[in-house]
């Protein structure tokens, strides 16, 4: 049976919008409050999304959520109509307001842990949202990003859905972004490597000073008890504290893995050599590739603000990988001429494909934290929700819904309008007709 790995990328939401919300991510912080594209935004992923299935990928979207967050400032006590709720908001409690608004769930690889049938007990593939507790603004996305995932994968045969994690600080989650799944193929049962920034319940153990460490290691294991997974097959690994002090506020900026290749910085974890030899011996003496970048080939902050290790590593159908780059890659010359080296060495990385996505990557996201990435059998695709799978047809429908539906500009200011509220909800309803996800949304149940 043919196995493969889906990437299910997260579609840029109407109210697309830079507030600088999250603390420790450099490129968010430093486009804070300029004007934004949503319909570009959404385009270029929707691009990137095409070019994927145009090279033989299995492509699936996700649906964004619904900005701003009415619910959620409803609980905070902001009352009246809905107009209402946006103006006393924005003048009362404007950094609320904004966070309530934020755009982040685009970057779906925050939205959950996946573990393939192939890792876990039951033989189903497993989903456990992200509490991404560490930012109320994406606190508020877990129950929503459920609801969109059991849209997605509503076969009980063959997907398993869990709650999030506690949302409590000790339980700190961040989903895919701090985990990645190294195997000799999609179909056979992987090493899982999850990835903490920090102890949970022992403050005495290293941690970052100056930014805040977003995943524990308790969160890891957590989800390794929930997804019946082995401890054979599972690698605990520390991030580097001084790099998280340095903005790499996730594993996927630092790190990524694809079937048996690990592409990571030398300075990327904590206790390298130790980690680096754990995976070696769990992977179990098989054919393995750890690209290794050295600091004075690529160093630290080129490697953050290029998003050099937030690319997507992809097998391509003749058994060539591939580099799935933003064109910041390309424009930064000591990461442009270490890529042109790496696919004339003797590793299985052998192309790289640049691609345009600038308006996710001012507000902090690069191409790996556009997707969700999951493994799967013939069996297991043919039981996802078929709508939600991109090809030539639903390609076009879903730009000419954008055409139909998104502003060319938006501001932070603009967030207020309740206009931009309605043009919302009447795209996002919309959208769950065509992808038929069922109503996800609050104000498609109240």
């Known amino acids: ?36 594209s949503p319909k570009q935004a959404a385009k270029q992923g929707l691009k990137k999304m095409k070019a994927l299935t145009d090279l033989g990928m299995v492509q699936g979207v996700l649906a964004p959520q619904e900005r701003p967050d009415i619910a959620s400032l409803r609980r905070l006590g902001f009352g009246g109509t809905d107009a209402n ?57 877990p129950q929503v990003t459920g609801r969109i995932l059991q849209g997605t994968f509503s076969n009980q045969e063959h997907f398993a859905h869990h ?8 339980f700190g989650d961040e989903g895919a972004a701090n985990h ?22 022992d403050t005495s153990k290293p941690a970052p000073k100056k930014f805040p460490a977003r995943q524990t290691i308790e969160a890891s294991q957590a989800v390794v008890r929930l997804h019946g997974l082995s401890d054979e097959n599972v690698v605990y690994v520390q991030q580097n504290p001084d790099l998280i002090d340095q903005g790499v506020f996730h594993n996927d900026v630092i790190a ?12 990327a974890f904590y206790k390298s050599s130790q980690a680096i030899a754990e995976i070696q011996r769990k992977f179990d003496g098989q054919d393995l590739h750890f690209i290794c970048v050295k600091t004075d080939e690529v160093s630290v902050q080129d490697a953050i603000t290029s998003y050099l290790f937030n ?17 910041d890659c390309k424009e930064n010359p000591a990461v442009s001429r270490y890529l042109d080296n790496l696919v004339a060495q003797n590793t299985p990385i052998k192309h ?8 996710s990557m001012r ?83 109240s």
């Open 1 to 36: 049976m043919k196995q493969f790995e889906a990437n299910f990328d997260g579609l840029v939401g109407p109210t697309h919008n830079y507030a600088g919300l999250s603390y420790g991510n450099v490129a968010s912080l430093n486009n804070a409050s300029t004007s934004s």
């Open 85 to 141: 709720v946006l103006a006393t908001a924005a003048k009362q409690a404007p950094a609320i307001f904004q966070a309530c608004c934020s755009a982040s769930s685009m970057w779906t690889a925050n939205a959950a842990t996946v573990s393939p049938s192939a890792d876990t007990s039951d033989g189903k593939i497993h989903f456990t949202p992200a509490n991404l507790t560490n930012k109320y603004h994406r606190s508020l996305e």
């Open 163 to 170: 709650a999030h994690l506690p949302d409590n600080e000790h």
């Open 180 to 201: 990645t799944r190294l195997c000799s193929e999609y179909g056979k049962t992987g090493l899982e490597i999850f990835v903490y920034g920090r102890h949970g319940f």
């Open 256 to 267: 990524v893995g694809n079937q048996n290749v690990l592409f990571y910085h030398e300075q």
């Open 311 to 327: 690319t997507q590593i992809i097998t391509l159908a003749n058994g060539d990988m591939a580099i799935i780059a933003p064109t």
């Open 352 to 359: 790289v494909y640049y691609h345009d996505v600038k308006e």
């Open 363 to 445: 507000n902090g996201g690069g191409p790996a934290c556009l997707r969700l990435r999951v493994a799967m059998t013939e069996t297991e695709y043919a039981a996802v929700n078929q709508n939600t799978l991109i090809n030539d047809l639903q390609f076009a429908r879903l730009n000419n819904w954008v055409d139909k539906h998104y502003r060319d500009t938006l501001h932070v200011s603009d967030l207020s309008d309740p206009q931009l509220l309605i043009e919302s909800r009447t795209a996002l309803d919309e959208l769950t007709q065509l992808l038929s996800l069922g109503s996800v949304y609050p104000f498609q149940q």
